[in-house]
């Protein structure tokens, strides 16, 4: 979690060469003593502050908590419980990911307001917050005073916490680049789908280069190829093997990934068919759009529309 949220605004621009969002994170880590603390399993932490000299913060993350079967969780960290409601009383989001619920329930901002926790902590919350409203079968509940409490479920869950607080504050755009970069989400069709094009090869072709900027602005045109070839002066063979020493692809593939990368965006982004889609950035025939979608991305237009079409998207609980 710390890699992401420290990641925003920056490594996609690393990465691919294209603009990030312009709003970064600075990520604290926060404990009740200064020095060099501990995980559970013995990963060192080194904080960046203390709850007696931390800052006032945007939003607040618990991570989860170690706990046993016969674990009693009441009266166990009262001065985290006493920063974190004075957090969230100074305005900020508060949340927490798997069963560092249980501290949110300890602080009593849990009380009458609905939450999600790990599977094996529900028992826990059963027995000692029976006032908590638990709704354990979902991933992300954001609810409580002004929708700024928001609870995450099992260990992993806290991807959808990051990214849905990264559309927040960053927009939704920055939280489909960040869950790309880091492949959050759904990997039964490997990496395809979350390949971007990469930082763009140096050159100093000056003719390709005007012809690289020609093509981003006309690379839905019919017979792209053969209107850029006679837009560079040069004979075809030549083009050809310039474009390919310059660009490291030909001309066709390199048209064929904008036209790609245009309707990736499109289909994150709005509702419209994939004909549609497929027709706005330079494809009438349909079903060859999807072959080569499909070929290049490793899923077809649709099934990458349900991927990334909602990252970042959550649907607030009712209080």
């Not at 949110?104 to 939450?115: F, I």
């Not at 959808?160 to 989400?185: H, T």
Request: hydrophobic share 40%; net charge neutral.
């Amino acid at each position: 979690m710390l890699e992401v949220f420290s990641s925003v605004g920056t490594i996609w621009e690393e990465l691919t060469g294209k603009q990030s969002g312009e709003v970064r994170i600075k990520v604290d880590v926060v404990t009740e003593q200064d020095g060099l603390r501990y995980c559970s399993l013995g990963v060192p932490v080194k904080p960046d502050a203390t709850f007696r000299t931390a800052l006032e913060y945007d939003f607040i993350i618990v991570p989860d908590m170690q706990f046993t079967a016969n674990f009693d969780p009441r009266g166990q960290w009262s001065e985290a419980a006493a920063w974190v409601r004075s957090q969230f009383a100074a305005g900020a989001i508060v949340g927490s990911t798997c069963t560092g619920a249980l501290l949110l329930a300890e602080s009593g901002l849990l009380d009458d307001v609905e939450a999600t926790t790990h599977w094996g902590a529900v028992p826990l919350f059963k027995k000692l917050y029976p006032q908590v409203r638990l709704r354990p079968e979902k991933v992300l509940v954001w609810a409580g005073p002004e929708q700024r409490i928001v609870t995450a479920g099992g260990a992993s869950s806290w991807i959808e916490l990051a990214l849905y607080l990264i559309a927040f504050y960053c927009g939704r755009q920055e939280a489909v680049r960040i869950s790309k970069v880091f492949l959050l989400g759904d990997l039964s069709e490997g990496q395809l789908p979350f390949a971007a094009v990469t930082r763009p090869q140096a050159h100093a072709d000056a003719i390709i280069m005007k012809c690289q900027l020609w093509i981003a602005e006309h690379y839905e045109v019919d017979s792209p190829v053969k209107r850029v070839t006679e837009f560079s002066g040069l004979k075809q063979r030549t083009f050809k093997r310039r474009f390919r020493v310059a660009t490291g692809y030909s001309p066709l593939e390199y048209i064929q990934t904008l036209r790609i990368e245009e309707a990736r965006y499109l289909l994150e982004n709005n509702d419209m068919s994939t004909e549609l889609v497929g027709a706005e950035v330079g494809y009438e025939d349909s079903a060859s759009f999807r072959r080569l979608f499909k070929r290049m991305t490793g899923v077809t237009p649709a099934k990458y529309r349900r991927r990334f079409q909602n990252v970042g998207r959550v649907f607030p609980a009712a209080t």
